[in-house]
């Protein structure tokens, strides 16, 4: 009934005093690693062609010297909707919106302006931009040129 592999194979489990369940356990351990045997075999021998390898160092070189700008047409490449040079906002009256125009200005630095405004009836100077959390001295010099107090 069973090849004499098969028998072979019986018996040794046997002497070795493998149960029903261990014997199977056993024999789907013993297909799995030959079939994966098959497997390694059947890829190694399937040869990849290599792919190119691309250059991108001219690319990088660009991305660098773009990230690194800080020119205006950098900013507005980042920032879409950063005023033109010529035009200004009155931090007296802007609305968070307008503010948010400013370069590295969101929408909670925005909301400070607007309250220390509020608390302090208005800006006297541009200098007291510096005073509200989120502006310091790098952010100020960006910003500056796009800011009036309307006066």
Do not use: C
């Not at 994966?36 to 390898?53: A, D, N, R, Y």
């Not at 510096?130 to 009036?148: A, L, P």
């Amino acid at each position: 009934m069973f090849p004499k592999g098969m028998k072979l194979i019986q018996q040794l489990f046997q002497k070795i005093g493998f149960s029903k369940n261990e014997r199977l356990v056993v024999f789907f351990l013993l297909i799995t690693f030959v079939l994966g045997g098959i497997v390694k075999i059947f890829f190694v021998s399937v040869t990849l062609q290599p792919t190119e390898s691309y250059d991108f160092s001219s690319v990088e070189e660009e991305f660098d010297s773009l990230s690194n700008s800080s020119s205006p047409m950098t900013m507005d490449l980042l920032k879409p909707n950063v005023p033109l040079k010529n035009a200004s906002i009155n931090v007296n009256t802007a609305t968070a919106k307008e503010l948010e125009q400013l370069p590295g200005v969101g929408a909670s630095v925005a909301e400070r302006i607007i309250a220390y405004r509020l608390e302090n009836n208005r800006f006297s100077s541009l200098e007291e931009l510096k005073e509200i959390k989120g502006i310091g001295e790098k952010k100020f010099e960006k910003i500056k040129q796009f800011v009036t107090l309307g006066n």
